[in-house]
């Protein structure tokens, strides 16, 4: 019997069938997707509904865990994928070959031969907290774009927005002038995740990250020390701990390194000789193990003018015990715990669909209907709360400032790309403006997100009339 790769027949698509690296490229990215994204195409295409005005709304129904808050993140990467949403003549030869829709409509393969996003796209910029339920995003498009872009927007929006909120709450409890920085590339998601883990850390605030790729990508210096491998290696086969530092400094003057390979302190002591008598410079010094909260205070005596730098799986609760317990430390380390934990649970949920308002009934999954804004009320510089309301609703109140904005117009971009700095900025505005029951690290609380009477009102006829 053929395998089902034996079965098909190669044509211009035998890079898509042998290629066994499963590597992603910009090119892939329409058939990074689930299937169902286009079998429900397909049926809109069959039952003449493909054309018809939808819009669909990402939100999470709830914030990560311990979080009073979310920092919205990974727009311009949905921006991105938008632009060059297109289905190459070998991509579709090969979802014709799988059989799979073999009873799919003519028009379909049309369709996706001439793919083009055409919609509108409103959302949340890039470094807004927002809170559960609040849509970060809304598509409006013929149905069958808005469709087919959910499982993209999906994965990009839920990671890098764990990833931003991570970052924030790891800023906020770090201070202002302490150095953050981005560790996580071995234990993010596979590599298309870390390089948007170390993209979302910079933007929600962090300095700098040792992802290279990404670094030079972003047009930042990637940065980082030495492992331990580098001072066992040389100091087997060139005679000391010493000798190891001295040789990376050969290549890498005044390079922070790594100095708990074997005895912390008396590795500090040898370095502040070294120091003291002008045969170096020494830009930092790193901590991986060990009481770090004892040791970073017994270095700081030895090397008073040396920066000390801590890593080793610290997470936000770390770093506070940390510092609550009088640690000498200047900067972090962040890998781990910064791009794992429990995902943030974004949904794409249908809201309208050719002018008629839709939502979902099912218990503990209810939806609201119809195009909505978030409003906030900001007062003295914080965040007293939102209204959800309804597109073009009309909120009395002058105080309440409206949230999602209008980022492609009819498939073209109308906002310029914002820089991370500008991103990161936003950051931490938006997580000074909490309130300091939101951004504690125990049981936090969101502030309140009223229902605009509008939104009730449709909510419940909509409730009836399904």
């Keep these: 019997m053929k395998t089902t790769t034996e079965s098909l027949q190669l044509t211009g698509f035998e890079e898509i069938l042998e290629d066994r690296e499963l590597t992603v490229s910009s090119a892939d990215y329409s058939l990074l997707t689930d299937l169902y994204q286009l079998t429900m195409a397909a049926c809109y295409v069959g039952e003449g509904l493909d054309g018809r005005a939808a819009s669909f709304e990402l939100f999470a129904r709830r914030l990560p865990e311990g979080f009073g808050y979310a920092i919205a993140m990974g727009l311009a990467q949905v921006l991105d994928y938008l632009e060059k949403f297109r289905f190459s003549p070998a991509q579709i030869q090969a979802l014709q070959s799988s059989g799979i829709f073999a009873g ?35 598509i409006e498009a013929p149905l069958w774009q808005a469709q087919l872009v959910e499982t993209y927007l999906l994965n990009a929006i839920n990671y890098q927005t764990l990833i931003a909120t991570r970052a924030a709450r790891l800023r906020d409890v770090a201070g202002p002038e302490a150095k953050l920085l981005e560790f996580g590339t071995r234990r993010a998601f596979g590599p298309q995740a870390a390089v948007w883990a170390a993209r979302a850390a910079l933007a929600a605030g962090f300095d700098g990250t040792s992802n290279v790729l990404a670094a030079l990508k972003l047009g930042r210096k990637p940065v980082g020390t030495i492992a331990h491998a580098l001072v066992m290696a040389v100091a087997a086969l060139e005679g000391s701990e010493n000798q190891a530092f001295a040789a990376f400094h050969r290549y890498f003057p005044g390079a922070p390194l790594l100095i708990d390979t074997y005895d912390t302190v008396a590795a500090a002591r040898m370095l502040a000789d070294r120091v003291n008598s002008g045969e170096m410079q020494l830009e930092g010094v790193r901590l991986d193990s060990g009481d770090l909260a004892l040791l970073s205070r017994e270095v700081r005596s030895i090397l008073p003018g040396v920066p000390i730098f801590a890593s080793g799986d610290l997470d936000d609760r770390e770093i506070a015990k940390l510092k609550s317990s009088g640690a000498c430390i200047d900067g972090y380390g962040l890998g781990t715990k910064l791009v794992s934990g429990s995902p943030v649970n974004g949904v794409y949920k249908l809201v309208e669909i050719d ?60 906002q310029n790309q914002e820089s991370l700095d500008d991103i990161a900025k936003r950051t931490a505005a938006s997580v000074g403006s909490l309130r300091p029951e939101t951004r504690q690290l125990d049981n936090p609380i969101s502030p309140p997100v009223e229902i605009s009477p509008d939104l009730q009102s449709l909510t419940q006829k909509t409730k009836k009339s399904q």
């Excluded at 793919?115 to 809304?138: I, S, Y």
């Excluded at 804004?373 to 009395?396: P, T, Y």
């Design 104 to 138: 799919a409509p003519e028009r379909f393969w049309t369709l996706l031969a001439t793919a083009r996003f055409t919609g509108d796209v409103w959302a949340v910029p890039e470094g807004t907290a927002v809170f559960a339920n609040e849509p970060l995003l809304r």
């Design 355 to 414: 002018g008629i308002p839709v939502m979902k009934e099912a218990s503990g999954k209810v939806t609201y209907p119809g195009r909505k804004q978030i409003f906030r009320h900001i007062e003295n510089g914080q965040i007293l709360g939102d209204c959800l309301a309804l597109s073009g609703e009309n909120i009395k109140n002058c105080d309440y400032i409206p949230l999602m904005k209008l980022f492609v117009k009819d498939g073209q971009r109308v």
